[in-house]
């Protein structure tokens, strides 16, 4: 037997030369396309370690070589060498399958890592370092709707790629979709809320809420739930649909906290001493930090006090600063009224009457009650 007979020598439908041509195909595709994915993803983890940043074109172009997985260069392999042979329907049928299903979940890879990209790109964009704290709550929550979106619609493509009417499918699931809508309400509720959360940003993560009677600081905000951490150290989880539910005082957006309070004053102080009080005491306000003196005012002439109302605004929403700032004010307060010899008015106590006294005027009006009757 020539050569030439045994290169069309047919194995499967196909001639030796073509199975000769497609092991080439195989071969070549397995050989050159690993080497240039793990060329390329060794310098992008150098650059990484050496935080060189190269354009957004070629720092995407080199994560979505590197998230190519060896399965999808095995299908493209296969498919390459299909082409050159031509096999019996079956075998040709079931290796179309297998390139297409491989293909289209490797497309979705490719989508979940563009995802991924632009929103490290979004959550880093004050820094390569610095993580955006209005945009970090929101990660789980995007990347949770954007992988049922792409996931799905990488589902139905490939149905369609192989043959398979989707109008249908699509009909059924728009049909099926009510029903399970209808059984998993609660659960898309808190999905929708989350969503809800994710957009409109109404706290973030690291911000101290205070909902009805629960307060905490936020550690996650999830798909269904948000955990928060009480001041006593437990944590405090809630649904995201009853969470929105409720009114929600955040302290994270404060931008300053106010201070009023009252100074209770005898009546007996001089009245040029009182005139000179609100001038002194927006003086011990305004030495201390951080502070906005707002006013001092003698408001009322209660019936037991003259009574001096103090507003200022402290211009950090740290509470320790706005703690340490009362304090300072106060003492600065007691010291100066020291010196001036001013008193402060207290409530005079009456004295609780004993048992023996409250049963007395009982007593009396009983003995004259019998007098009178005798």
């Known amino acids: 037997m020539s050569w030439h007979d045994l ?23 397995l050989t050159v396309l690993p080497v240039v994915r793990s060329y390329v993803a060794a310098r992008r983890r150098r650059r990484l370690e050496m935080h060189t940043e190269a354009p957004v074109a070629i720092q995407l172009a080199g994560l979505l070589i ?34 297409v299903l491989i293909f289209w979940f490797q497309v979705g890879t490719w989508a979940m890592a563009v995802v991924g990209f632009a929103l490290d790109k979004r959550a880093h ?47 059924g699931l728009g049909i099926g979709g009510i029903a399970v809508a209808l059984a998993v309400q609660n659960v898309l509720s808190d999905l929708f809320a989350s969503m809800s959360i994710a957009f409109d940003k109404p706290f973030i993560l690291g911000d101290f809420l205070v909902i009805d009677a629960f307060e905490g600081t936020v550690e996650h905000i999830g798909v269904k739930s948000t955990r928060l951490r009480s001041i006593s150290g437990e944590q405090i989880i809630m649904s995201n649909a009853e969470l929105l539910k409720s009114r929600v005082r955040n302290y994270g957006r404060m931008m300053e906290r106010r201070s009023a309070f009252v100074l209770n004053i005898t009546y ?106 005798e």
């Open 7 to 29: 290169l069309e020598l047919r194995v499967l439908g196909s001639t030796l030369d073509e199975w000769a041509i497609a092991l080439i195909a195989v071969i070549v595709t």
């Open 66 to 99: 590197e998230r190519t997985n060896r399965g999808f260069l095995w299908a493209l392999a296969l498919y390459l060498g299909l082409e050159q042979l031509t096999l019996p329907h079956r075998i040709e049928r079931a290796g179309q399958v297998i390139v």
């Open 125 to 171: 964009r004050r820094g390569p370092t610095a993580v955006d704290p209005t945009f970090a709550g929101s990660l789980n929550i995007i990347i949770f709707v954007s992988g049922l979106v792409v996931w799905t619609m990488a589902l139905l493509l490939a149905l369609d790629n192989l043959g398979f009417a989707i109008q249908p499918l699509l009909a």
């Open 268 to 373: 007996d102080t001089a009245p040029e001493i009182l005139r000179a009080i609100p001038e002194e005491i927006r003086q011990i306000v305004q030495s201390q930090r951080h502070v906005r003196f707002d006013r001092c005012h003698l408001l009322n002439c209660a019936p037991v006090a003259l009574q001096f109302e103090i507003v200022y605004f402290v211009l950090t929403s740290d509470y320790r600063v706005f703690a340490d700032t009362q304090q300072a004010v106060n003492l600065a307060i007691l010291e100066l009224f020291r010196q001036r010899g001013i008193q402060f008015a207290t409530p005079v106590l009456q004295p609780m009457p004993t048992r023996s006294e409250s049963r007395r005027p009982e007593v009396a009006g009983v003995t004259r009650a019998v007098s009178r009757v």
